[in-house]
């Protein structure tokens, strides 16, 4: 038996997810830095919440688009750069190991154009699930919408593997149904956000767009459609 002593100890990320990852993480750093005095003066300190109001999904722009049927750019902004912005170090945390876990199954099973589209395709319609939905001056922030249509994209490769071999398909959603009751239970107990509802979209989200992203997922699509 022969072993390749140049192979790497640990198996390679696709480029995509580390830049993504890079840029999330890059951002928190940056804040984290000026939070601390190492950067950018006593002004620094605001840098967070500044980005948050400028980049942050706001769902009272949001609902002022729809209400006066005028759209803004200024307002729409939110719905791409929400995912960069984050209130809490722990949750940039939560989603980067989402990001760089499923990231690395994804990447690997879908294209980068795929990749990018389910994140954040995922991360649009959960800002606009949110928007609809609630009724809330609460900025939606974080990555974890665009983390939850990965899950999504992953829950579709399972799905397609499980009908492969006979097997129940509803095993493909035992993440899913095990991460939102976690919510429901962290919801009730502590009185939890609101943000469930983009979390959810994120997933259906990066779950339907896999059939028309995925290799071979329009015609996979298709055979379905005539199957019926």
Not at 87 to 109: C, D, H, P, R
Not at 110 to 139: D, Q
Not at 154 to 161: K, N
Not at 193 to 219: E, I, Y
Request: charged share 10%.
């Amino acid at each position: 038996m022969s072993y390749d002593h140049n192979a790497s100890p640990v198996n390679p990320l696709p480029p995509v997810v580390v830049i993504l990852v890079l840029a999330i993480t890059g951002i928190e750093i940056l804040f984290q830095l000026g939070n601390s005095g190492l950067i950018g003066g006593p002004q620094a300190t605001g840098w967070r919440i500044a980005a948050l109001e400028e980049y942050g999904f706001r769902q009272p722009l949001f609902a002022w688009m729809v209400e006066n049927r005028h759209f803004r750019w200024d307002f729409a902004l939110g719905v791409i750069t929400y995912p960069f912005v984050d209130y809490y170090f722990t949750s940039v945390i939560f989603s980067v190991v989402f990001i760089l876990a499923l990231g690395k199954m994804v990447g690997e099973a879908f294209s980068s154009l795929a990749f990018l589209a389910i994140f954040f395709g995922a991360s649009i319609m959960g800002a606009l699930a949110y928007g609809l939905i609630w009724e809330t001056p609460v900025v939606l922030f974080g990555a974890m919408p665009g983390a939850y249509g990965l899950i999504g994209a992953y829950s579709f490769v399972l799905w397609l593997g499980l009908a492969g071999t006979g097997a129940q398909r509803m095993k493909a959603f035992q993440l899913i149904g095990f991460l939102m009751g976690l919510q429901l239970f962290w919801g009730l107990l502590f009185a939890g956000s609101k943000d469930w509802v983009a979390d959810l979209a994120g997933f259906a989200t990066g779950f339907a767009l896999s059939f028309v992203v995925s290799p071979g997922g329009w015609k996979h699509l298709l055979e379905k459609i005539r199957a019926r």
